[in-house]
């Protein structure tokens, strides 16, 4: 059994006063029901927890009304750090559920092609992440203000999401980062933590993530052509 996690307890900061970004509308519906809709419609999927903010619950049961959704859903509370949600996330799952697939709810273009690539890929070796290769020439800087050296981009990934785990691993990783007292940006980072090697899922698909304003109009063109 599978299921997924859909993180969408973020408070937009970056999208300016006053604006959800999971609730923008974009080719005719709210960003995070793209999202969960996509989740929805795939067979892989068994069944569907949505991490969110306490507040936007009654907003979240509004939109499953509209969906005609099929598969079993719940809400988790958001935490403190991205983290904190997914914790409260897998605290939800079904007890028969191995493999679980998280997935940022500000990201509604992912096709159903590479989710399953990388559930598949995650049951095969424990954990498994959609990334896409660095095109661009990259240079590190240790001021913000100069170059201090070249990288190879033959070896950088940009990592997206879904992110993928057998469910006794990312609770292993996710428990080693809370007895840890640290802070991870990604759930694959809590893998780092107990040696756990993620493999890489290559989506060739644009796979953007909702962040700022201008990301709107690209997301709206890659939804209407799929």
Same mark, same amino acid.
């Given at each position: 059994? =599978? ?26 519906? *709210? +960003? #995070?029901?793209?999202?969960?809709? @996509?989740?929805d419609a795939l067979e892989c999927i068994d069944e569907v927890i949505l #991490? ?19 598969? *079993? ?7 403190k750090e991205r983290q904190d949600s997914v914790w409260n996330g897998l ?7 191995? %493999? ?13 092609? %590479? ?13 498994? +992440? ?54 991870? =940006?990604?759930? =694959?980072?809590?893998?780092? @933590?107990?040696?756990? *090697? +993620?493999?890489? #899922? ?16 690209? +997301? ?7």
């Amino acid at each position: 059994m =599978t299921s997924s996690i859909i993180v969408a307890a973020g408070r937009s900061t970056r999208m300016g006063a006053g604006a959800d970004k999971l609730f923008l509308e974009v080719a005719g519906l *709210p +960003v #995070v029901a793209h999202t969960w809709r @996509r989740f929805d419609a795939l067979e892989c999927i068994d069944e569907v927890i949505l #991490v969110i903010r306490q507040d936007a619950q009654s907003a979240f049961e509004q939109m499953a009304a509209g969906l005609k959704l099929r598969k *079993p859903f719940q809400f988790a509370v958001g935490g403190k750090e991205r983290q904190d949600s997914v914790w409260n996330g897998l605290q939800l799952i079904s007890s028969r559920s191995d %493999v679980v697939a998280i997935h940022d709810g500000a990201r509604p273009c992912t096709s159903g092609e %590479v989710i399953g690539r990388t559930i598949v890929a995650a049951r095969e070796f424990g954990a498994a +992440v959609a990334a896409q290769r660095v095109t661009d020439t990259m240079k590190q800087s240790d001021d913000g203000e100069t170059i201090a050296q070249h990288l190879d981009r033959s070896r950088l990934w940009a990592v997206q999401t879904p992110q993928a785990f057998r469910v006794d691993v990312i609770r292993r990783a996710l428990t080693a980062v809370r007895e840890g007292g640290l802070l991870v =940006t990604d759930d =694959t980072a809590a893998c780092e @933590r107990i040696g756990q *090697p +993620v493999r890489l #899922v290559e989506s060739a698909s644009p796979n953007p993530k909702v962040t700022v304003p201008a990301d709107l109009a690209y +997301v709206e063109l890659i939804l209407r052509e799929q």
